[in-house]
Each structure stands twice: as C-alpha cells, then as structure tokens.
C-alpha cells in the first residue's frame, strides 16, 4: 500500500512499532488477534487494526501540500476534512479556512471564495450541488481533491444500480457529510432513499408489503428522498449501498430484511429482480477495524478506552460494540483523562461528555483495551497509553516494554 508523506508529530514512538511488528508477522492481516504491553501492573490489550486509514493519510498528505505550494493565497476546506478536532486544528493554525461546519451550516459566505483561491475537498466528497458553485466560480477542483476512494466505491456501486433500473437505499446518517455526498450522486443515477438504521428499514419494508400506507410513508421520509419519489413505482426493484463508516452488522441486517421482504411479495424464485445483491460497500478500514474490534470482545478487561473524534461516525460504532461487554470510555485525546479518578467521556447516546469517577480500578493489575478510529493519530494513542502510566506509578521502561 502507498506510503504518505504526513507530518512526523501525527506517528508515535509506542503505536508505529507495534504496527510494524504485528504487520510484518501477519502481513495478510488474518491474525485478528490484540497486541497486549505488559507494564507490570498495567496491561493495555491494543486492537490489531486502528488509527489512520489511507483515505485519511491521503486528505493530510493533499492538505498539507495545498499549505505548502500556495504561499500567500487564500486556501479553504469545504468543512472539516476528517472528524478529528486535532487535525483540523492543525490546519486552521496553517491558516486554511472552514467554509461549513459538518452539519453544513456556511461558516463563510461563498461571495469571499473566488478563482484564484484554494479549496481542498474533503476525504467525505462533495455534493453534485457544492461542486456547481464552485465550478461556477472558475475554481478547479481537482487538484486539491481528498475525497476517499471506498466513497468514490460507492458512488460507482450506485450510478451501476441506477443503470439497471434499481431504486438507490442508502444505509447512513442523513446529516453526515458523506451520505449527503452519497445522495447527492445517487439520485442524479436513479431515485434514492436515506435509511438510518433497522427501524427505518423496517417502514420500507411494511409499505412494501401493503401494511404502512403511502401518505405515512411519505410523511416520515420526506426529506431522506429524493425528487418526485413515488414508492408505489421506485420500492419494486431496489439495491443497498451505505455509508462506508456505518457498523457493518446493520447494513447487513438491513439488507438482509430488504431481501426477505421482496421474497416475501414476490417468492423465492422471483426477488432477484427486485432486489439487487450488492456486496458490502464498506471501506477495508472500516470493516478491519470492526473485526478487530469484535475480536476484543473475547477478552478479560476491566475496560475500554477508544480515542477519536465526538462526531466521527466510524469511531462511534467502535464504542458501541465495546460498551456491551466493557466500561468504555470514549474520549477525543489524553487531556480528557484528569486523574486517576476521574475521566471526562462523551456519550454517544446522550450526545454530551459525561464525567466518571474513579475510573481506574484499585487492582495489582489493571487490563485496559485501546483502540481508535480511522481519523486518529497513533501519537495521540501513544499520549493515552503514557498518561495511564503515569497515574498508575508504573516504572517499567517503555522501550523495554515494546
């Protein structure tokens, strides 16, 4: 896989080796297994895939070459570029500029954007829509381009559906940047329907099946749906795709229940032509970084910790797989561990950090699992795993450890 040029302060001295050891003795990655560091009197169990994935690696390697080789002109990102507050708050020390925040509220009037400025597009993609404006104001959009290329899947995966005459479902967060850059494509291939999880899925299939009436339909998914959608025409032959980010269980679940619902209606040996067997559009990253996670469930630990960004939508699915088994503590970076007793988590249910007391238990031993999402630095790891050291008086040498 390509090797990127990002800056050096975002790898880390503890995560990069164990990274590189755990890669050249798995090198086809079928070892799903956790790294565990033995400090003495605390052992932190590491997931065998976290951190940066290469859609992410790529967006810092393209925004921090759009900083450099554009001295004094005016250089914007459409919104945040990935959901990590440390990142994008390296970028807005460089001097780049927010045009919208990640709910796509305008930071900036587009009258202060002009051609001969910069826009970096971030690793979500753009809207068909966004792309006009800017094209509309002579402004290239290509060099500076960090839109994922599993998104890009995606979007491919749905103009082929559209083709062949399929109705576009779309397993993802209606406000999340990357599903409304899904949709945005989608519904120029074919008609499209925004999805969120197995209780919306559930509507589909009952108005499919002639137990939820057209006006109900129509009223709960009227603006996740595209122009003109009509589901007495546009839910007879449907195709799942989703947001790369989402937990892969459920967009299995929903596709699952899509098909069963069309053989239902139409029998066993009718669905194929109403419903379209799409493989997972998830991304690697996503789907290595969930494995690796449900590997971790099968561990012994007194609980978790899973370091990334509040609004990331793929590091919010790590926690939620955790917090069934583990007292899981989600934080954004070593600042919010304030002492021993007490750390400052954010609820991925109540949507607001919560304060925990005496989070460290009082053992001999203390087995804590780490792991991250796809838009967080391994150095940031690395400052978790040596804040916990700290507070627990370990004296093991890292470098002995490691």
Known sequence: MKQFDIPEHYRSPIISKVKTKRKLEDPRKKDLSPSVLDFGNVRFIISRHFGFCYGVENAIEKSYKAVQENPGKNIYLLSQMIHNPSVNQDLLDLGVKFIQDTEGNQLLSWDTVHADDIVIIPAFGLTIETKKILEDKGIQTDSYNTTCPFVEKVWNRSAKLGDSDYTIIIHGKYNHEETKATFSHSKENAPSL??????????????????????????????????????????DKIGVVNQTTMLASETQAIADHLKETMVKKYGEANYKEHFADTRDTLCYATNDNQSATLELLKEHADLAIVVGGYNSSNTSHLVELLEERFPTYFIKNSDEIKSKERIDSFDIHEKTVIEHESFLPEKDVIDVIITSGASCPDAAVDEVIQRVLHLTGSTVAIESVI
């Open 194 to 235: 925004v999805v969120k999880d197995m209780s919306e899925t559930e509507k589909v299939g009952q108005f499919i099946l002639g137990e939820l009436d057209k006006e109900s339909f129509m009223e709960f998914f009227k603006d996740r749906m595209s122009v003109g959608f009509n589901p007495d025409i546009h839910l």
